[in-house]
T-cell receptor, first 113, second 114 residues
């Protein structure tokens, strides 16, 4: 089983739609969770951290479910500019050092006009 | 605002050739990382550094070496390139390895090994 799994998509949605991505992780000891955004042929950029209580940033809402070991990202009122690959990232202790992040393969979102 | 700068952006090598990728950051970050990204796979950590003069192996270190002689620079070397090392390479940095720090990425290096 992969340490972090995501549905690769693509998710094709019309402008204005609400879309949700899920990501599952295998290490129950993971403490930190993130969503990164990666545009085509560009570097990943942090979209938002995911906190236990859930958090919202404008049209984006992130949720964490520790019992089921998954995190989710909800995008409301999709814009064309939201088209990108969304990477689920989980912190896993690795060799005693901190900040070892495991990246999912990403979910491709294509927002259609 | 330079942030993290990688050079070169593109490179084509023949099998057996060597090369060095340079990563430079101007944010005074302690931690630096080298990742590779391949189709259908997430970014995988090659090597990382927790400070000047230190390096450590990541998930896929074989065939690569690194050096962190100066805090702002992190070099990735391929001594004898192989086609399996064809990939997009990203350098990243973060202030400290607390597990809750944002990673800042460079724009990537597309490497093809023929």
């Amino acid at each position: 089983r992969k340490e972090v799994e995501q549905d690769p998509g693509p998710f094709n949605v019309p402008e204005g739609a609400t879309v949700a991505f899920n990501c599952t992780y295998s290490n129950s000891a993971s403490q930190s969770f993130f969503w990164y955004r990666q545009d085509c042929r560009k570097e990943p950029k942090l979209l938002m951290s995911v906190y236990s209580s859930g958090n919202e940033d404008g049209r984006f809402t992130a949720q964490l479910n520790r019992a089921s070991q998954y995190i989710s990202l909800l995008i409301r009122d999709s814009k064309l500019s939201d088209s990108a690959t969304y990477l689920c990232v989980v912190n896993i202790e690795y060799g005693g050092a901190t900040n070892k992040l495991i990246f999912g393969t990403g979910t491709l979102l294509a927002v259609q006009p | 605002n330079a942030g993290v700068t990688q050079t070169p952006k593109f490179r084509v090598l023949k099998t057996g050739q060597s090369m060095t990728l340079l990563c430079a950051q101007d944010m005074n970050h302690e931690y630096m990382y080298w990742y590779r990204q391949d189709p259908g796979m997430g970014l995988r950590l090659i090597h990382y550094s927790v400070g000047e003069g230190t390096t450590a192996k990541g998930e896929v270190p074989d065939g690569y070496n690194v050096s962190r002689l100066k805090k702002q620079n992190f070099l990735l070397g391929l001594e004898s390139a192989a086609p399996s090392q064809t990939s997009v390479y990203f350098c990243a940095s973060s202030p400290a390895g607390t597990g809750d720090e944002k990673l800042f990425f460079g724009s990537g290096t597309q490497l093809s090994v023929l």
